[in-house]
């Protein structure tokens, strides 16, 4: 399992595989983001750019961190103490139904917490993909990791 | 409703409630974020900062936009086209369950899209507060609002 001294900046990979599909879209609107473009394809038509039942923004992230976690060991990534924050998330194409997303990850920062003892913080930034090459969504997650246990 | 030209710089609402429950934060985790820290309150409490059973980020998020579009008619405001981007966003405090949820928002910059005509953006910087004052997390929205009808 990789600690915070296994991260290099420039590290890139790619992984993962999530279908978009009606049901969740319209699952993750009803409870969080009901609004009439992420509910139906009708309400969607509507909509200026979408075109057609697109997935809310957060369900897109939600989607993104389902993918992230998948790669981590089953009862969890003993190093992995989740994020501080995101930068620059940007929803850049419609997400729809028979989409097949994944993802790509890029570290371009990795420092020492110079407040806490045994925390690095590295700067991700992870793209995710849809068919594999289109960028659908972006942001730079801020992810706190332990140092190796001495 | 709002049109683009009603929303001005400095405007500042305070509203919604969201009471946050374990069933829910257990919910949203399994789905999309299953690390232990948001799956029990024995995976909480050997994180070394949540202390207990802690919502996943994208869960604060996604509740904060349970309370954006609460605020909405229904069937939907017909200015709202959703947003293209979010700066900035920071988890400030674990949330538990218990933590009954608010917003504050403030409109921090409007202007009409350059591209696209009818169409202005606004930032809107979005505070989620726990009972009532104490800010749990905080991000600047890049929203897409229509012009008024001619």
Same mark, same amino acid.
């Given at each position: 399992?990789?600690?915070?001294?296994?991260?290099? &900046?420039?590290?890139?990979?790619?992984?993962?595989?999530? #279908?978009?599909?009606?049901?969740?879209?319209?699952?993750?609107?009803?409870?969080?983001?009901?609004?009439?473009?992420?509910?139906?394809?009708?309400?969607?038509?509507?909509?200026?750019?979408?075109?057609?039942?697109?997935?809310?923004?957060?369900?897109?992230?939600?989607?993104?961190?389902?993918?992230?976690?998948? #790669?981590?060991?089953?009862?969890? =990534?003993?190093?992995?103490?989740?994020?501080?924050?995101?930068?620059?998330?940007?929803?850049?194409?419609?997400?729809?139904?028979?989409?097949?997303? %994944?993802? #790509?990850?890029? &570290?371009?920062?990795?420092?020492?917490?110079?407040?806490?003892?045994?925390?690095?913080?590295?700067? &991700?930034?992870?793209?995710?993909?849809?068919?594999? =090459? #289109?960028?659908?969504?972006?942001?730079?997650?801020?992810?706190?990791?332990?140092?190796?246990? %001495?």
């Amino acid at each position: 399992m990789p600690w915070f001294e296994d991260y290099q &900046v420039g590290q890139v990979r790619r992984f993962g595989r999530y #279908e978009v599909t009606a049901q969740g879209v319209v699952d993750f609107a009803r409870r969080y983001d009901p609004q009439p473009f992420h509910l139906s394809e009708e309400g969607g038509r509507a909509h200026p750019y979408f075109g057609g039942l697109t997935a809310s923004g957060w369900h897109v992230t939600a989607m993104a961190m389902a993918m992230l976690v998948a #790669e981590m060991p089953e009862g969890g =990534d003993p190093a992995a103490l989740g994020a501080s924050g995101i930068d620059e998330l940007r929803w850049l194409k419609p997400v729809k139904p028979g989409d097949l997303l %994944s993802l #790509e990850t890029e &570290v371009i920062d990795a420092r020492l917490s110079e407040g806490r003892p045994g925390l690095g913080r590295l700067q &991700v930034r992870t793209t995710v993909l849809r068919q594999g =090459d #289109e960028p659908v969504c972006r942001f730079t997650a801020l992810v706190m990791v332990r140092t190796r246990p %001495s």
